[in-house]
T-cell receptor, first 115, second 116 residues
Framework: NAGVTQTPKFQVLKTGQSMTLQCAQD?????MYWYRQDPGMGLRLIYY???????DKGEVPNGYNVSRLNKREFSLRLESAAPSQTSVYFC??????????????FGNGTRLTVT | AQTVTQSQPEMSVQEAETVTLSCTYD???????LFWYKQPPSRQMILVIR??????QNATENRFSVNFQKAAKSFSLKISDSQLGDTAMYFC?????????????FGKGMKLTVNP
């Protein structure tokens, strides 16, 4: 049972380069999320998708775009990477239909460094 | 907007002792959910325990229990019989019940070290 799978695990980019972080879940969850984690800042929501075909901005969406490709997959794209986007990125998913105490299930994170 | 505050950035405890991690939150809603997540050095985020605001009884999961004080907007986590494997970052999180607000708001985290 894979759960939430994120790729890649590590990535180094130069300022201005672009990349896409991939995320897939096999739990038939409706909602998916992208968070970033920075020291002393906790986890901050970048974007989320409450259901297939919908996406919404979170707390820190600037510099990112997302695509909910289908129910399983939710990708995060950095069009022009900046050093301020150096962070650990987490994808998560949850059931969130009729049971709002459903917890988030997290991927193992992607450590991104922008030089 | 809801906010979650973890005022203690770091704590240490001796193995087998009991430790309490504090969390306060701010909301105008009456119904919501609260969670504690653990992040060990492996970086994986693991759900420890959850609490529904409408339930007066405090949630418990084996050695983990919460002290939920709704009026004070406080949600502390008690770890009994601490083990070395409890060493981790701990995050408190808040989730609104109202539809269309599925996202979790996290506190900044607290680093717990269990010493042998």
């Amino acid at each position: 049972n894979a759960g939430v799978t994120q790729t890649p695990k590590f990535q180094v980019l130069k300022t201005g380069q672009s990349m896409t972080l991939q995320c897939a879940q096999d739990m038939n969850h409706n909602s998916m999320y992208w968070y970033r984690q920075d020291p002393g800042m906790g986890l901050r929501l970048i974007y989320y998708s409450a259901s297939e075909g919908t996406t919404d901005k979170g707390e820190v969406p600037n510099g990112y775009n997302v695509s909910r490709l289908n129910k399983r997959e939710f990708s995060l794209r950095l069009e022009s990477a900046a050093p301020s986007q150096t962070s650990v990125y987490f994808c998560a998913s949850s059931w969130d239909r009729g049971s709002n105490n459903s917890p988030l299930h997290f991927g193992n994170g992607t450590r991104l460094t922008v030089t | 907007a809801q906010t979650v505050t973890q005022s203690q950035p770091e704590m240490s405890v001796q193995e087998a002792e009991t430790v309490t991690l504090s969390c306060t939150y701010d909301t105008s809603e009456s119904n919501y959910y609260l969670f504690w997540y653990k992040q060990p050095p492996s970086r994986q985020m693991i759900l420890v325990i959850r609490q529904e605001a409408y339930k007066q009884q405090n949630a418990t999961e084996n050695r983990f229990s919460v002290n939920f004080q709704k009026a004070a907007k406080s949600f502390s986590l008690k770890i009994s019989d601490s083990q070395l494997g409890d060493t981790a970052m701990y995050f408190c999180a808040f989730k609104n019940v109202r539809g269309g607000s599925e996202k979790l708001v996290f506190g900044k985290g607290m680093k717990l070290t269990v010493n042998p």
